[in-house]
């Protein structure tokens, strides 16, 4: 396993009100609509905290968890200046004990990062821990095109092109998406990803 650290670990621990990857992704502003209040929300690998604080500002019970250090001190302080409550943990997605149900769990560019048998596994785990009726946010990067060579030691499960979907094939698929990202992270640092995404609600 690699030594070296992804790019984003540098820029959790820069001092600023901004997070590494932008704002939150449009499914998790559109689903924010639908859900009740005092929702209780997962959010897996949640970095500096883009999607959690977005969701914590709306008013919903959120928890988040990441392997980063540098990340979770980052939203933590985000979180204090923002005067909202989130309960932010340092933990391998792998090692969380799930102790109840959600409404929502997100899972959003982290899976991948994992491998296959250790993501298949957690899969399982974060449907059989979505509450009635509740949802899933599922955002993974695939193997149709090979990964960045600054990432390539990190994207140890890439998924299949399409698999995510078969996975869900029981829930209510409520949004699917297969595309190529190609973005720009601090430092001048691009990318292209192939995405598979899902937005899938629980619904029986």
Not at 157 to 180: C, K, P, T, V
Request: hydrophobic share 35%; proline share 4%.
């Amino acid at each position: 396993m690699s030594t070296e650290k992804p790019f984003w670990e540098s820029n959790y621990k820069k001092n600023d009100t901004a997070s590494t990857f932008g704002q939150a992704s449009q499914e998790i502003v559109d689903l924010s609509k639908k859900l009740t209040a005092g929702s209780r929300i997962l959010d897996i690998g949640c970095g500096d905290g883009r999607h959690s604080l977005f969701l914590a500002k709306k008013g919903f019970e959120v928890t988040a968890i990441d392997i980063s250090t540098a990340g979770i001190k980052k939203l933590s302080q985000l979180a204090e200046r923002s005067g909202v409550s989130i309960n932010a943990q340092v933990v391998d997605m792998r090692q969380f004990k799930f102790t109840s149900s959600y409404d929502l769990i997100i899972a959003h560019g982290c899976l991948h990062l994992i491998p296959r048998n250790d993501w298949s596994e957690l899969l399982v785990r974060i449907k059989e821990h979505t509450g009635n009726l509740g949802y899933n946010i599922i955002v993974v990067f695939t193997n149709k095109l090979p990964p960045p060579e600054d990432l390539r030691p990190f994207h140890v499960g890439l998924f299949n092109e399409g698999e995510l979907y078969d996975f869900y094939r029981d829930w209510e698929i409520i949004e699917s998406q297969s595309y190529i990202l190609e973005d720009e992270h601090p430092g001048g640092i691009r990318h292209q990803h192939p995405i598979n995404k899902v937005v899938v609600h629980k619904s029986r």
